[in-house]
């Protein structure tokens, strides 16, 4: 069996999968999207990440980096938070696991040089250190109280181009409320307009959010086992996207779920439960207590 390869920062990644975090196909698929679209239509810009982890999310987003466009990571790696609280987020999540030297190798093992790299709080940003109106995709998924969501919201809005993306994390989970309570204060008062909402993650721009919707939906997502929804939110319109529920799935949701299982012959109800089981596991359940 051939051994493992691996670097003082722990086990070289093989696959991007290999790299631990917080980052699944759905928002992958969306990301992947959206920087291509972008990519395909002359859109040129850099890409900001603020709250990179293991790089699971960030070697992704250095995939779509076409020449002379440039990725800015900034995360605290193994600095200290510049509060308590973030502290306390630190310890219980990321401490044990999170180096900057694992960050760059894992980033290392799929891409040929580092990405910008601003080992601080994401508030060091709001100095202006990243040149107003050059990026055209933000990924926030740093820390998830409420005050640093807003600045890392106000930076990103700082650094986006016109028709530029963010992509916020965390926006909807039990866990994050501080997170859900910034992206729609800034929805409400600070001009964001949603695009596109997925179970882990906001979509929206302060530019054109019709033509942003038009990029998605000119993809057949339903072709490809997506659901694609679309709702409107106090008068702004917004799509939704997951996986497809079919039909065994959707007894799950139903209160007559229990008694058709009872009442299915077994061989049936085995097949049934297992059908249930892989859906459970494509729809990238995020443990709990998490990032
Ligand atoms: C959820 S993880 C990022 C996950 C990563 N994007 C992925 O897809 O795997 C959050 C990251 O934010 C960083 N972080 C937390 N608070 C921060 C702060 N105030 N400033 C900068 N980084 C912070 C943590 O060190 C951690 O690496």
Redesign the pocket.
């Known amino acids: 069996m051939p051994s493992e390869e691996t670097t003082a920062a722990g086990p070289v990644p093989r696959k991007r999968d290999d790299?631990?975090?917080?980052?699944f196909g759905l928002d992958r698929a969306a990301f992947s999207h959206l920087l291509s679209a972008q990519t395909a239509a002359g859109v040129s810009g850099n890409i900001l990440?603020?709250?990179?982890?293991?790089?699971?999310?960030?070697v992704l987003l250095g995939d779509h980096l076409q020449p002379g466009e440039r990725l800015t990571v900034?995360?605290?790696?193994d600095s200290e938070?510049?509060d308590a609280e973030?502290a306390a987020?630190?310890t219980m999540?990321?401490r044990k696991t999170?180096t900057r030297s694992a960050f760059e190798s894992n980033y290392l093992a799929f891409h040929a040089e580092l990405p910008e790299i601003v080992q601080?709080?994401?508030?060091v940003l709001a100095d202006g250190r990243i040149p107003a109106g050059s990026c055209r995709f933000v990924?926030v998924?740093?820390?998830h109280l409420y005050e640093?969501v807003s600045g890392d919201i106000l930076v990103a809005r700082a650094a986006l181009a016109e028709d530029g993306l963010i992509s916020l994390?965390?926006y909807r989970s039990e866990h994050t409320p501080g997170v859900s309570a910034a992206v729609w204060e800034a929805v409400f008062t600070g001009g964001l307009q949603p695009v596109l909402l997925t179970p882990m993650k906001f979509y929206g721009t302060w530019g054109d959010a019709a033509a942003a919707r038009r990029t998605l939906l000119a993809r057949d997502w339903r072709a490809e086992d997506y659901a694609v929804d679309e709702d409107t939110i106090a008068g702004h319109q917004v799509l939704r996207l997951n996986y497809q529920v079919k039909a065994p799935a959707q007894l799950q949701r139903s209160a007559s779920r229990r008694i058709a299982l009872d009442l299915l012959p077994p061989v049936a109800t085995r097949a049934t439960r297992r059908v249930l089981r892989t859906l459970r596991e494509r729809r990238d359940v995020r443990p709990t207590p998490?990032?």
Request: glycine letters at 8%; one cysteine or more; a negative charge.
């Open positions: 790299i631990p975090g917080w980052f990440e603020l709250g990179s982890y293991l790089g699971r999310s960030a900034c995360d605290l790696f938070a510049a973030n987020e630190m999540s990321y999170l601080a709080p994401t508030s990924h998924d740093a820390s640093h994390d965390d998490s990032s």
